[in-house]
């Protein structure tokens, strides 16, 4: 089946440096990539949608400047936590509509960020 | 639907009984719906799926009804085992397939 492999699966940074996130399509190829953020007890939360050639489209009020999404091929999404801060520590979760499933996404693994 | 960042609410059954879970959306034009399972730690699991022209879809141990005339969805799962244990969000796919989630419920299996 689709799987989308997600890396690191955990990450610790300190205050104001950038951390990357990556989502790679081991056996398919992923136009789009959505990009969800989940705090504690909390449900996920689209954060944006990246597409494979152009710029990513954001939801409203997820900073574009802070988070910055490439999706350089047909394989791999990256996220960009930029100048990150202690309120940006969140599990960070990418999603792809699976390949050979009309309806299915296939999810990353997930990534826990800690900024401290 | 869109999650507003509330805290999840919890729904404790015994082993052996059934469970009902239930979840409103918001998006009357949302085409297809899923049901997650999601462990500590851990990215969500596809439990199962329907489309808005069916109401009911069966799986194993698990029943998935859609209640679009009051945009309700409900995940049944019979003889609720201890490795059901997990947090259950239902999502729903709009425009450019987006899929959104609902706020989610923490399932605790009492032994």
């Known amino acids: 089946g689709a799987v989308v492999s997600q890396h690191p699966s955990w990450v610790i940074c300190k205050s104001g440096t950038s951390v990357k996130i990556e989502c790679r399509s081991l056996d398919f190829q992923a136009t789009t990539m959505f990009w969800y953020r989940q705090f504690p007890k909390q449900s996920l939360m689209l954060m944006a949608t990246s597409n494979e050639g152009s710029k990513a489209t954001y939801e409203q009020g997820v900073e574009k400047d802070k988070f910055l999404i490439n999706h350089a091929s047909l394989t791999l999404s990256t996220l960009t936590v930029t100048s990150a801060h202690p309120e940006d520590s969140s599990f960070y979760i990418c999603s792809a509509p699976g390949q050979g499933a009309i309806y299915g996404y296939t999810f990353g693994s997930g990534t826990r960020l800690t900024v401290v | 639907g869109e999650s507003v960042g509330l805290h999840l609410p919890t729904l404790s059954v015994q082993e052996g009984d059934n469970s009902i879970i239930n979840c409103a959306y918001s998006?009357?034009?949302?085409?297809?719906f899923i049901w997650y399972k999601q462990e500590s730690g851990k990215g969500p699991q596809f439990i199962i799926d329907?489309?808005?022209?069916?109401d009911k879809r069966q799986g194993q141990r698990v029943t998935v009804l859609l209640n679009k005339t009051v945009k309700h969805l409900s995940l049944q799962i019979a003889a609720t085992q201890p490795g059901d244990s997990a947090v259950y969000f239902c999502a729903e796919r709009g425009g450019y397939q987006k899929v959104t989630f609902g706020i989610g419920t923490k399932l605790q299996v009492i032994p």
């Open positions: 329907i489309r808005s022209n069916m």
């Open positions: 998006n009357s034009a949302s085409d297809y």
